[in-house]
């Protein structure tokens, strides 16, 4: 027990390790103060550039993947289902972290990087619709959050099909995670004022031209 719990409070502290506000420190800027005020990617990449949002990425998308690497690796070995269930519950602590890091104020990103670095440990065949999905909707519309929520809400539709309990409860929490965690964006989306990133809209390039 002493093991799994520490394992789970290992999971929390390191999705608590905010790439942006980690970097950012060096570089002296507090992305949390600029854009959208978000300490996840996108605003990254609108704030600072591609290449200091794709620092902060491979770190959230990074310790997503450890936390659930570690749970599998030292879980108690006498409890047979205790390894998977660690793991679930692992991958779901370390987005709450990302989401309310305790070395930041409890104020951090999103968790769809850190949700993506779990699923590349646990659930590896879920990525190629998860990230269709994401690619889809951001390739039509543009809107990042929109793209992330639904992409999201994409795992609870494979779990189902898969007739997987254990998968369908993690989709369920973590789907309703990603979701309140762009309650802003749902937001703007209704008020019709949410950013645009219109260089990603490349699925509609082919029918603006003929226009």
């Not at 692992?90 to 999103?110: D, M």
């Amino acid at each position: 027990m002493s093991i799994s719990l520490l394992l789970l409070l290992g999971a929390y502290l390191l999705g608590s390790v905010s790439g942006s506000l980690l970097l950012g420190r060096w570089r002296g800027v507090d992305v949390r103060r600029h854009g959208s005020g978000n300490a996840g990617g996108t605003n990254a990449l609108r704030t600072l550039g591609w290449k200091f949002a794709l620092g902060v990425v491979l770190i959230d998308v990074g310790k997503g993947a450890l936390a659930v690497w570690l749970a599998l690796r030292f879980a108690p070995v006498d409890v047979p289902f205790a390894a998977s269930a660690l793991a679930w519950s692992a991958a779901l602590l370390a987005i709450a972290g990302h989401t309310w890091p305790v070395f930041y104020g409890f104020r951090g990103g999103k968790g769809a990087a850190t949700l993506l670095g779990a699923l590349a440990v646990l659930w590896p065949w879920s990525l190629p619709v998860f990230l269709g999905c994401w690619l889809i909707i951001i390739g039509v519309s543009g809107y990042v959050g929109l793209a992330t929520m639904l992409a999201a809400l994409s795992l609870i539709a494979q779990a189902a099909l898969a007739g997987d309990a254990v998968r369908s409860g993690f989709a369920a929490i973590a789907a309703v995670l990603i979701v309140y965690n762009h309650r802003d964006n749902i937001r703007r989306l209704r008020a019709g004022n949410e950013s645009r990133f219109e260089r990603a809209r490349i699925l509609l390039r082919p029918f603006r031209s003929r226009t």
